[in-house]
């Protein structure tokens, strides 16, 4: 993410940095997500990967406006920590057969994806209720939001298919 | 990570794979760990990394009562996602000479490590009731809640620095 460099001086220079940092993970998530819902096989997943994927489309038209009402150059900037998360998820490639381990490990991947955008947003919410206008606070807020959510469903469908794989253990 | 290479083939394939990616991480966190403690500016900022690195050396402990009590061997594997997420992290190479930009921008990196772990070790509490004994489950537990605590102490201290910043642009 290059926080240190040496062209950041304030605050406000961070804030920008990291909306620029998080800008880019949306666009590489974004390209994630067809091989993910493609890999998918139970329908929930697979549902619930492609109700992410129109999500994020909106997430990324969220960033363009805070860029557009904090009055600056809407661009992304590479952020090592995205691309080594999605290096992992990436590799869901599909050298398993069995389902059930399969679909486990497209929602560890996918959690690890969710986790990293909560803990940006959450960052970028606090700071822009400092550095930013209310508008774009509520912005930001939106899209923390739907991360968690997000988080909390694939919680619920692992937990569900772990629920399976219990009872398949017990009989 | 590597979930997809072809030695994963069931469950606990998966488990002891995953295993051994936050063994690693935790390792690499406590190396990066002094360095963030020598840069943090804020007494009670530099407490708390203090406080992370100490239960990140009984995390290692855990874990290695994990692979014990699992009966496999004690190792880690590498994870593109945590080396990603610790170059940002890295990064913080004293560029900065404003103590609030710096502290700000190392709660950050601290928080997307403890997103990090957060996610894995829920993953793993999860296939660990099913696939572990109670007292794996419990391990992996210790530390989940010790990560989520770790978590919502830096969001205090940043909402404290927030609190300031924000008196003095009202000033």
Known sequence: MGWFSKDITNMDDLFVHTLRDIYYAEHQ????????????????LKQSFQTHMR????QIVRLQEVFRLHGVEE????????????????????????????????IAAAQSVEHYEITR??????????LGTAKVAELIKASL?????TDEILTRIAARANETERESVAT
Chains 1, 2 share one sequence.
């Open 145 to 149: 939001q739907e991360e968690s959510q």
């Open 75 to 106: 661009k992304g900037v590479n952020c090592p920590a995205i691309d080594g998360i999605l290096e992992e998820a990436n590799e869901v490639a599909g050298e398993v057969d069995d389902k059930q381990v399969l679909d486990a490990a497209l």
């Open 29 to 44: 998530i974004r390209r994630a997500l067809p091989d993910m819902i493609d890999k998918a096989t139970s329908p929930e």
């Open 55 to 58: 999500e994020t489309e909106q």
């Open 121 to 130: 947003y959450g960052t970028l919410k606090r700071w822009a209720e400092v």
